[in-house]
Every structure is written in C-alpha cells, then in structure tokens.
C-alpha cells in the first residue's frame, strides 16, 4: 500500500464506520473540531478521535493538514454500496489486512490473534508486544467489517 512509507502510523481504530462517518462529514472543515468530532462519532474522548483521523490519514482519505484528499473526495462522491467497495479495496491493499482477509477468505477459518501478529511482525514493526495486540484488534475488526458489508 502506497502508505506504508511511515507516514502515518498503523491504525488503531476499530470501528469501520466511524471512518465511514469521518469521510461523509458535511464540511471539511470540521475535519479539525476534535470537540465537535467525538461528539458526531458517538461521545468518543479525542484520543479516540485522532485515532480515527489518523485511520483515514493512513488510508490516503485525509491528508497531514486534516483536508481530504484527492482520493478522499472521490470516494465521498459515491452512494455507500461503491463507497464500500472502495474503501475494501483500500483495505485490501495494504500487505498486513491483505494477507490475513485473503488467508480468511479462501481458508474460510478466522485467524488467532497469535496468527495476525505474526503477519504483523513481517511487515511492520510495533516495538511492544502489547502495541501488536491492541493493532491487531484493528486488523480483525476491518476484514470483519469488509466480510458484512461485502456479502449483503
């Protein structure tokens, strides 16, 4: 994946639609209301914010001045069935979330979390085992979230 130049950490946010709610948000400039933010994302402290910013940031959807990217607004012109598909195939991209939807989807087994750090490891590298644990809560929660929304 074209973001995994460091730029922007791996992701820390779990729950898919929040980043769905963060690229369809009316004005851009909200973009920078941490306050206002937590509150549209369902009472969430702005440490979880950020992480969410951050998500999208890492998926190439918000750049580092918290404006949408080309490929931001794109993706925020489509109705939500075309949004989704390209949002999975962002997902799908990058080395990590790819490995472990595709081991998934033709093994048809959920991989241990073990099994997902151990992909973690050879693409990434986190320092803390405890920092792997929590990023791999991410991992899970964004192939889960591809599987439903793609099988509907």
């Known amino acids: 994946m074209e973001n995994q130049n460091k730029k922007f950490p791996f992701p820390?946010?779990?729950?898919f639609s929040k980043i769905i709610l963060?690229?369809?948000l009316d004005d851009e400039k909200k973009l920078s209301d941490k306050e206002l933010l937590g509150k549209y994302l369902?009472?969430?402290?702005?440490?979880?914010?950020?992480?969410?910013?951050?998500?999208c940031q890492y998926?190439?959807?918000?750049?580092?001045?918290?404006?949408?990217t080309e490929?931001?607004?794109?993706i925020r012109q489509y109705d939500s069935m075309r949004q989704n598909i390209e949002l999975a195939k962002l997902i799908v991209?990058?080395?990590?979330?790819?490995?472990?939807f595709f081991y998934?989807?033709?093994?048809?087994?959920s991989l241990e979390k073990s099994e997902i750090i151990n992909?973690?490891?050879?693409?990434?590298?986190?320092?803390?085992?405890?920092i792997y644990k929590r990023r791999s809560q991410t991992v899970v929660k964004w192939v889960e979230w591809i599987t439903e929304n793609l099988n509907k």
Do not use: C, H, P, W
């Open 12 to 15: 820390q946010a779990d729950d």
């Open 22 to 24: 963060l690229i369809n």
């Open 42 to 55: 369902g009472d969430i402290v702005e440490r979880q914010v950020m992480y969410y910013i951050s998500a």
């Open 59 to 68: 998926l190439g959807l918000i750049n580092e001045n918290k404006e949408y």
């Open 71 to 74: 490929l931001g607004n794109k």
């Open 93 to 100: 991209k990058d080395d990590i979330f790819g490995t472990v």
């Open 104 to 109: 998934q989807q033709m093994l048809g087994v």
């Open 119 to 130: 992909i973690m490891r050879e693409y990434i590298d986190l320092s803390k085992d405890g």
